[in-house]
Every structure is written in structure tokens, then in C-alpha cells.
């Protein structure tokens, strides 16, 4: 059975919808994201929530690792817990934030993720290089929130 012409052009303008509310949905566009968190569940939940909102997404377990990968990577967005093993997320944010001096690069955004809410790790993580500090669990509309309007800013600057 043939198609009529006016099917297909149905067909093609329904999907044309869908592309379109898709990307209303995606709030991330192809946004770069370096995350760096060691626990397996949430550095897979969090991988997918951000997978899902159009991210690429980098995920890494340590930070050393997350060092290297940000430095090759040079992600729009670094999103790091900070009590990592053997290195923390300090190490990390020193380590990018160094490299994006020397090559006169602009600076990635970066959220520091933690368990700890006291003002002090707040304090550290903003003093160390992190423009923005969540505890966990993140919830997240407020962590995709804080990217896409960081991201937005950053754009304007």
C-alpha cells in the first residue's frame, strides 16, 4: 500500500515537533561535563539525569583521573565531589584551575558535590576554585537549574 504525500509530510512535521520539544527539554544542550564522583550508583544516576538533559558526559571515579580527563577535555562544566579516595576534589580544582592559568583559558565551571554542609568546606570549595557549592543528595532539577544558568552567564561574560 502506498503512502500519500500528505501522510508523509505529517509524519516528517511530527517529528520535526518532537526534535524541537526535545530540545526545549534537553535544558543542557551538548554542554561538556566532567563528573567525578566514586560512588558507582551516583555517578551513573548522575551521568543519566545529566545524559538526559543533552550533556556529554565525561564520569570518572577518581581525581586524579577527573584532573586528566578535565585537562584534555577542557568541559564547559566540572562537577566533582570533594571527598574522593586518596586524592579530594581540592586536588582536582587546583589542577584545572592551574592549567586553564597557563593556557590563558577560559575557566570551566565547576560545582563542588558533598556530603558535608558546614560552612567551612563551603568556604574551602569557593576559596580553592569551585564557583558553586551543593550537598548531597543533589536534588536534580536544582543541580540541572545551576548548570544551564551558570553556563548561561558564562556565555554573557
Do not use: W
Not at 550508583?41 to 578535565?70: F, H, I, Y
Not at 563542588?112 to 532539577?141: C, N, V, W
Request: aromatic share 4%; charged share 30%; hydrophobic share 45%.
Amino acid at each position: 500500500m502506498r503512502r500519500r504525500s500528505s501522510d508523509i509530510g505529517t509524519e516528517i512535521l511530527f517529528e520535526l515537533y518532537e526534535k524541537i520539544m526535545m530540545n526545549d527539554v534537553a535544558r543542557l544542550g551538548h554542554a561538556r561535563i566532567v563528573l567525578v564522583e566514586d560512588d558507582l550508583e551516583s555517578r551513573e544516576s548522575l551521568r543519566m539525569l545529566l545524559e538526559e538533559e543533552g550533556a556529554d558526559v565525561v564520569a570518572v571515579a577518581d581525581a586524579e583521573e577527573g584532573a586528566e580527563t578535565a585537562i584534555r577535555v577542557l568541559p564547559d562544566a566540572v562537577i566533582c565531589d570533594i571527598d574522593l579516595p586518596m586524592m579530594d576534589g581540592f586536588y582536582l580544582i587546583q589542577r584545572l584551575r592551574d592549567h586553564e592559568i597557563r593556557g590563558n583559558l577560559t575557566p570551566s565551571i565547576a560545582i563542588a558535590l558533598t556530603g558535608h554542609d558546614g560552612d567551612e568546606y563551603r568556604l574551602r570549595s569557593i576559596g580553592e576554585g569551585f564557583q558553586h557549592f551543593m550537598t548531597k543528595p543533589a536534588h536534580p532539577d536544582a543541580l540541572v537549574t545551576l548548570i544551564q544558568q551558570s553556563l548561561s552567564a558564562r556565555v554573557l561574560s
